[in-house]
């Protein structure tokens, strides 16, 4: 062969392009496989939409109705969410931090612990927000604690997986030098760890504070307090008027929440 | 900070990684208080392995490592009781090549991490030092003429500022001992220059025991009393730094000397 750039030498030989048609074939043929078991099973009918359309047309133009004079008997379940939010972040964050150093594996050298803390925040985390509310309430009654105690639980779930992937995602130098110095793997970490992963903790909690804004609406409908409990009983007796207005309340304040937390995370990272 | 140094006698010391790399074999040395001592070898010989050795960072597999009233032994059944490795860690200062400071925190609190050792858990978690303790950081964060900076984020100083903290660092312990991992690996050579006379000024001023990884051969002949040449994780070189041929820097890196063996380039050797 003719070396091509002169440097008497041989150019290596380029690769054959890999061959994957026939698997990439087989996932699409599965995923719609699935897809199409999935819509058999549940009976998906596309003409129920038409044949409930005149009904909807009626209840749509209330939706767009909101009535803003029902503002006033609104006011005490919206500061209700706003405070079971509040609570349920300051809440689980505080349980979170410690338990997130006990998940990371750069932070808590005992691997039994590690393994144990892991296997519990998988449970939390696998069980719905909606779902903990449902069980809260059959435990403690019809109320915001119930509420509050659901969000905790979900905050825990989110926080604890975040912030222990950020501890470890640290430079372990520092870490390293404390170790060195005499302290305790406590000392070490709370010397170092924790001031590397204080912004992204904060940050965390803020997108936790969002979340809960959303999911106390949501947990309200099983009883949990707040604006969902509201929610609950205009639905019940068909008030779309009312409805529509705790609609566009939730939309402002989550909006509202949104723009400023995410505005305070970027100062902090 | 006036406190003498420890004796260090280490006693056929092999190390075995758990990978199967022989870092070490069968290195003895017999290191008096208040010498400086460097440690010259290419990047692999085991320099770096055998400082760690001494504060049992990287447990040994056979023989025994000697420092002051501790003894440190082969991890067959627990090298030392994590108590007793904790005090003599805090009498053993440790800097690295890349500082390892917390660079998110102030310099104060980095310096701080030297009294791990010497504070309950409670101060740790609320960082409540006492007076005396921060006033032993203050002293050496003067004794690296550094203290201007004591509350500024350690991120703001440049490389060399920032080693001169991880020096003040170790010097808040108390310590006996000094290991210096490639100090200066990562410093321009005016500021090298400056690091190395901080560590020797160390040494005969308060008698701390100096141990330093080079890699350069000029600084080790300016800086320190005694070289040990590593080769392939033996010694193969230890004495006054005068006997220190170029004949035996040759066998030491296993090749004749160039430019890159030294950080002043027109310095002979």
Same mark, same amino acid.
Do not use: C, W
């Given at each position: 062969m003719i070396p091509v750039d002169g440097s008497g030498q041989r150019p290596t030989a380029r690769p054959s392009r890999p061959d994957h048609r026939l698997r990439t074939g087989i996932v699409i043929v599965l995923v719609m496989a699935i897809t199409v078991w999935s819509a058999r099973g549940i009976d998906v009918d596309p003409a129920a939409i038409l044949a409930n359309w005149p009904n909807a047309v009626g209840n749509l133009v209330q939706l767009f109705q909101p009535d803003y004079s029902f503002f006033p008997q609104t006011l005490p379940a919206l500061v209700e969410t706003l405070q079971m939010a509040v609570i349920a972040t300051a809440v689980g964050s505080a349980l979170s931090l410690p338990l997130a150093f006990g998940a990371s594996r750069a932070a808590n050298p005992n691997l039994t612990v590690l393994r144990v803390v892991r296997?519990?925040?998988? @449970? =939390?985390?696998? =069980?719905?927000?909606? @779902?903990?509310?449902?069980?809260? =309430?059959?435990?403690?009654?019809?109320?915001? @604690?119930?509420?509050?105690l659901a969000l905790v639980l979900f905050n825990i779930g989110i926080i604890v997986k975040l912030v222990s992937e950020a501890l470890d995602g640290q430079d372990l130098g520092a870490q390293e030098a404390a170790l060195a110095a005499g302290g305790s793997w406590f000392g070490a970490n709370r010397m170092s760890l924790l001031p590397q992963i204080l912004p992204s903790f904060a940050s965390q909690v803020l997108y936790t504070f969002e979340l809960n804004i959303r999911a106390s609406t949501v947990i309200g409908l099983v009883g949990a307090g707040g604006l969902g409990l509201l929610i609950d009983n205009v639905r019940n007796y068909f008030l779309y008027h009312y409805l529509s207005l705790i609609i566009v309340e939730i939309l402002v304040l989550v909006v509202l929440l949104e723009g400023f937390s995410s505005w305070l995370r970027k100062k902090l990272l | 900070?006036?406190?003498?140094?420890?004796?260090?006698?280490?006693?056929? #010391?092999?190390?075995?990684?758990?990978?199967?790399?022989?870092?070490?074999?069968?290195?003895?040395?017999?290191?008096?208080?208040?010498?400086?001592?460097?440690?010259?070898?290419?990047?692999?010989a085991g320099k770096s392995t055998l400082v760690r050795t001494i504060n049992g960072l990287v447990p040994i597999t056979s023989g025994t490592i000697t420092l002051g009233d501790h003894e440190l032994r082969p991890a067959g059944q627990r090298q030392m009781a994590s108590r007793e490795l904790r005090q003599l860690r805090s009498s053993v200062g440790m800097v690295f090549q890349s500082f390892n400071l917390v660079k998110r925190t102030s310099v104060l609190n980095n310096v701080m991490m030297g009294r791990l050792y010497h504070n309950p858990a409670w101060r740790v978690l609320l960082a409540a030092w006492s007076k005396d303790d921060v006033e032993l950081a203050m002293q050496a964060l003067e004794r690296v003429e550094i203290v201007s900076k004591a509350y500024e984020k350690?991120?703001?100083?440049?490389?060399?500022?920032?080693?001169? #903290?991880?020096?003040?660092?170790?010097?808040?312990?108390?310590?006996?001992?000094?290991?210096?991992?490639?100090? #200066?690996?990562?410093?321009?050579?005016?500021?090298?220059h400056v690091v190395m006379r901080d560590l020797q000024r160390i040494c005969s001023d308060l008698g701390i025991t100096v141990l330093v990884n080079l890699h350069f051969l000029d600084l080790a002949r300016r800086y320190c009393e005694r070289l040990v040449g590593l080769r392939a994780g033996e010694v193969i070189f230890d004495g006054p730094v005068a006997d220190a041929s170029e004949s035996v820097f040759e066998e030491i890196y296993g090749r004749s000397l160039s430019a890159e063996d030294v950080l002043?380039?027109?310095v002979r050797l």
């Open positions: 296997f519990v925040m998988n @449970l =939390v985390r696998s =069980v719905p927000d909606i @779902l903990y509310a449902a069980i809260l =309430v059959a435990i403690v009654g019809v109320g915001a @604690l119930a509420g509050i | 900070m006036t406190r003498t140094g420890a004796d260090i006698r280490i006693r056929h #010391v092999g190390v075995t990684y758990p990978n199967g790399f022989t870092a070490l074999r069968d290195v003895s040395l017999d290191i008096p208080a208040g010498q400086m001592v460097g440690i010259v070898g290419l990047s692999g350690a991120a703001s100083l440049s490389g060399g500022q920032q080693q001169r #903290v991880a020096i003040a660092r170790t010097l808040t312990q108390q310590p006996r001992v000094i290991l210096a991992d490639e100090p #200066v690996a990562s410093l321009d050579p005016p500021t090298s002043d380039s027109g």
